[in-house]
């Protein structure tokens, strides 16, 4: 059974770069079935999806985020990675991690969350 | 970007009770929708993918219907467990945008 985790510093300082990094078990993130997904939930508000990439690459961000977003796989960890640059307060969220199968959309499983908070 | 909107934001209910909620996209995304269950620290839980089907695991109480930009979550009789803030999801165009959630609460 898939299980995602997600794993960062809960801390981030404005203007500087947001780094999450989500760990697969269960299964390989180099499989070429799955999307990874990212997606966020700032307090008292609703579900933001940042983006996705393919196990080969090919990314597709949130235009909202573009210019800030960046997403990357290593498959010799079983890992994919979110990084955010500039970050503000309006930053500060719950952030999941969730697979996707190719050529559906929707996200299944997810992980549990990682709460980041901007604040210098 | 596609809106969401879900309707009520929140309701209160018994265990035993029928609830219905309702998702509208602002343009027609055909079957392109799928509904999440949250609750606080736990991994969220996909219930309902392509407006109508049920996920694996999922209990039956639950169903999906609708098409094009009117869709609906009916809980046939609720459980305790099911207590929770509900989401539909969009996954016609990009970006994927999700409606505001639905609190059920008792």
């Known amino acids: 059974q898939v299980q995602l985790l997600e794993s960062g510093p809960g801390l981030v300082k404005p203007s500087q770069t947001l780094s999450l990094t989500c760990t697969l078990s269960?299964?390989?993130?180099?499989?070429?079935?799955?999307?990874w997904t990212w997606i966020r939930q700032p307090a008292g508000k609703g579900l933001e999806w940042i983006g996705r990439?393919?196990?080969?690459?090919?990314?597709n961000y949130n235009p909202s985020l573009r210019g800030r977003v960046t997403m990357s796989v290593d498959a010799s960890k079983n890992q994919f990675s979110l990084k955010l640059s500039s970050v503000t307060a309006a930053d500060t969220a719950v952030y999941y991690c969730?697979?996707?199968?190719?050529?559906?959309?929707?996200?299944?499983?997810w992980g549990q969350g990682t709460l980041v908070t901007v604040s210098s | 970007d596609i809106q969401m909107t879900q309707s009520p934001s929140s309701v209160s209910a018994s265990v035993g009770d029928r609830v219905t909620i309702t998702c509208r996209a602002s343009q027609g995304i055909y079957s392109w929708l799928a509904w999440y269950q949250l609750k606080p620290g736990k991994a969220p839980k996909l219930l309902i993918y392509a407006a109508s089907s049920l996920q694996s695991g999922v209990p039956s109480r639950f169903s999906g219907s609708g098409s094009g930009t009117d869709f609906t979550l009916t809980i046939s009789s609720l459980q305790p467990e099911d207590f929770a803030t509900y989401y539909c999801q969009q996954g016609n165009s990009f970006p994927y945008t999700f409606g505001q959630g639905t609190k059920l609460e008792i």
């Open positions: 990439i393919f196990s080969s690459g090919s990314p």
């Open positions: 269960g299964g390989s993130i180099s499989s070429g079935d799955y999307y």
């Open positions: 969730a697979q996707a199968v190719a050529g559906t959309r929707w996200f299944d499983p």
